[in-house]
């Protein structure tokens, strides 16, 4: 009967915090290797990064300087400045997105600059949809019955989503800037967490860090 009641507590545990995995990908030799690819890292800026998240693993995400060149600089300046290593995804909705780079984990904050918003609304060509796996940049909405002005569409700094279920709606709105290639396994497990009133998790679901990638095999 005891041993009956461990199993259950750890699966409960298991519940609660998402997942009981600790990784995703293996490291040999400063090699990741996530689905049958093989990555390292970079001290150079590239425009291939490792999201790595406490008790999951690791998400490899493409980014697409030629759709949306300021955006995709911003990340990459934050990214070398370490600016999201442990950080939260502080707004969470299963079905939907997940969403961090608020250094108070409030939905209110963010980095000290802001940049101009890379979408069709705001005059910028931007054909990236919001489908499964897509980086887009949040920002500031028109408050409800207000249009846009440029005060919001130009609000983006830090904060980001992912893109968990397609979401085609937020088309020409906001900027997708990248990509997931591997780790779609740890955006569905952070989706799936149970959250309060307000989307945020009820237990942190921490970014270790994010870092610039090369692909292996054109390393060698």
Avoid at 129 to 134: E, L, N
Avoid at 171 to 187: C, P, W
Wanted: proline share 3%; charged share 25%; with cysteine.
């Amino acid at each position: 009967m005891k041993k009956i009641l461990k199993i259950f507590a750890v699966f409960s545990s298991c519940i609660l915090l998402g997942a009981c995995s600790s990784s995703n990908y293996t490291l040999k030799d400063n090699v990741y290797e996530i689905e049958n690819t093989k990555y390292v890292l970079s001290e150079e800026k590239t425009n291939l990064v490792m999201i790595e998240v406490k008790n999951y693993g690791i998400m490899v995400a493409q980014l697409y300087p030629e759709i949306a060149p300021i955006t995709v600089e911003n990340f990459q300046k934050l990214v070398s400045e370490k600016f999201y290593d442990n950080l939260t995804f502080h707004r969470v909705i299963n079905g939907f997105m997940i969403q961090t780079g608020d250094p108070t984990a409030t939905g209110s904050g963010g980095s000290d600059e802001e940049i101009k918003g890379e979408f069709s609304l705001n005059g910028v060509p931007n054909d990236l949809s919001h489908t499964r796996g897509i980086l887009s940049m949040a920002r500031r909405g028109a408050p409800e019955g207000e249009e846009e002005t440029e005060e919001t569409m130009n609000s983006a700094s830090s904060q980001f989503f992912i893109v968990q279920e397609d979401s085609q709606f937020l088309d020409g709105s906001y900027a997708g800037f990248g990509k997931l290639l591997n780790g779609y396994d740890v955006l569905d497990k952070i989706a799936k967490i149970a959250t309060d009133e307000y989307d945020k998790p009820i237990v942190d679901q921490v970014i270790l860090k994010i870092r610039f990638l090369k692909d292996y095999e054109e390393t060698k």
